[in-house]
């Protein structure tokens, strides 16, 4: 770097030039001393250069620590979809026309039954890793500015879809899902048991994968002196909030039979979610969604996903007079209730004055894990087993 030797304050100093080149030097030299304005020069770095400084430095968060398995793996498989269109994109060039550009190029991509639907969702997942790359890239100063933190979005909220939407309507319901699984061989067996204890505890399926039966005291999956809570490991930064569950008597049943289940068919594993290939690992996180798209209208007669288990918790608990804000302190929230009214929608007042339906953490019939190994002539449910 070349450096000019000014007088400051008496003594003779240093101040750099800012470039290498003998001739640049020269005229921001000559800048100086006759007062005239620098002359902005384009940068040289592209959004590729950016994507790839972001990969290279593992996708760290806003506070520069390593971000969860699960997002990490969405990070990783965005900036694959960024690459091909923005790599050659000059930083100083992006718009929000450029924008425009890639949300026409990336639904092309992307088959036309799913476009009107997926596309658009895909291009604003797509440019929000984008955006996160260009806030690391002003950290590690390759550019001055995040270009595309004010970008539009594409996805109309007139599409979105809550999880309220897919969920089971009462416990008659869950349960009868819960028993399609049961029905089938010990390898669907343990998805039955995830969709009972997401659907009584509201825990994601990636806080409910931590559940252990060895834990020990305030580790996941440990369970009070009292019996009357759940020890859990909430998912985004929210364990402070809330690190239990409370035993219901529906949840409380539920427990008992699955660890007699557990140890007849898995008694050396530590997970209460064993994987039928690896019971020294939990199931896959993404088995159980797999298995609820390949069964339809087969369970409650009409879609189920996972998370729509976590809005059936939220229905019955408002069905017993809770008020949001109580539910999102049981969900982990911290948003003091805005949370629950905003994704799982509202709720008749009457409700809140002990109006509402009360309904019940257990069906009006036998529990789900009564059908255990009754259907073993049936032939298995090959989809089901290869999810879980």
């Known amino acids: 770097m070349l450096f000019e030797r000014p007088w400051i304050n008496g003594r003779r100093s240093w101040r750099s030039l800012k470039t290498k080149n003998l001739k640049l030097a020269r005229e921001e030299l000559h800048r100086r001393r006759c007062?005239?304005?620098?002359?902005?020069?384009?940068?040289?770095?592209?959004?590729?250069?950016?994507?790839?400084?972001?990969?290279?430095?593992?996708?760290?968060?806003?506070?520069?620590?390593a971000r969860p398995a699960r997002a990490h793996e969405?990070?990783?498989?965005?900036?694959?979809?960024?690459?091909?269109?923005?790599?050659?994109?000059?930083?100083?060039?992006?718009?929000?026309?450029?924008?425009?550009?890639?949300?026409?190029?990336?639904?092309k991509l992307i088959r036309a039954a799913q476009a009107d639907r997926a596309g658009t969702r895909a291009v604003d997942l797509d440019l929000n890793t984008l955006s996160n790359a260009f806030s690391w890239a002003t950290r590690c100063e390759m550019v001055k500015s995040n270009p595309v933190a004010d970008r539009p979005l594409y996805h109309s909220t007139s599409k979105v879809r809550?999880?309220?939407?897919?969920?089971?309507?009462?416990?008659?319901?869950?349960?009868?899902?819960?028993?399609?699984?049961?029905?089938?061989?010990?390898?669907?067996?343990?998805?039955?048991w995830q969709t009972l204890i997401e659907g009584l505890t509201g825990l994601r399926t990636c806080e409910t994968l931590r559940l252990r039966t060895d834990a020990k005291p305030h580790e996941p999956g440990w369970i009070t002196?009292?019996?009357?809570?759940?020890?859990?490991?909430?998912?985004?930064?929210q364990h402070s909030v809330n690190?239990?569950?409370?035993?219901?008597?529906?949840?409380?049943?539920?427990?008992?039979?699955?660890?007699?289940?557990?140890?007849?068919?898995?008694?050396?594993s530590p997970w209460f979610f064993p994987s039928p290939d690896d019971a020294s690992n939990a199931v896959g996180p993404t088995a159980l969604a797999r298995a609820l798209l390949r069964l339809d209208s087969k369970g409650c007669g009409h879609k189920v996903t996972s998370h729509g288990l976590r809005a059936f918790y939220v229905l019955v608990r408002r069905s017993q007079g809770a008020t949001d804000a109580c539910i999102a302190a049981e969900l982990g929230h911290q948003t003091g209730g805005s949370t629950v009214e905003r994704v799982y929608g509202g709720i008749?007042?009457?409700?809140?004055?002990?109006?509402?339906?009360?309904?019940?953490?257990?069906?009006?019939?036998?529990?789900?894990?009564?059908?255990?190994?009754?259907?073993?002539?049936?032939?298995?449910?090959?989809?089901?087993?290869?999810?879980?």
């Open 35 to 65: 007062g005239l304005k620098p002359v902005e020069v384009a940068s040289t770095v592209t959004c590729g250069d950016v994507i790839r400084r972001y990969q290279d430095d593992d996708y760290p968060d806003d506070q520069r620590q």
């Open 74 to 107: 969405l990070e990783a498989r965005f900036c694959t979809n960024l690459l091909p269109f923005w790599d050659k994109v000059p930083v100083d060039a992006v718009t929000n026309a450029t924008c425009d550009r890639y949300c026409d190029y990336r639904v």
């Open 162 to 192: 809550h999880c309220r939407e897919t969920m089971p309507h009462n416990s008659d319901e869950l349960h009868k899902l819960a028993a399609v699984f049961f029905a089938r061989r010990k390898n669907s067996a343990v998805l039955g």
């Open 225 to 237: 002196e009292d019996g009357k809570s759940l020890c859990v490991r909430r998912a985004k930064r």
């Open 243 to 268: 690190p239990f569950c409370t035993v219901t008597d529906g949840l409380r049943l539920a427990l008992d039979a699955h660890a007699k289940w557990k140890l007849e068919h898995y008694p050396d």
């Open 348 to 388: 008749p007042s009457n409700w809140l004055n002990g109006g509402g339906p009360n309904l019940s953490w257990l069906p009006t019939g036998k529990p789900a894990w009564t059908m255990l190994g009754s259907d073993a002539t049936q032939e298995p449910d090959k989809g089901l087993e290869k999810a879980a």
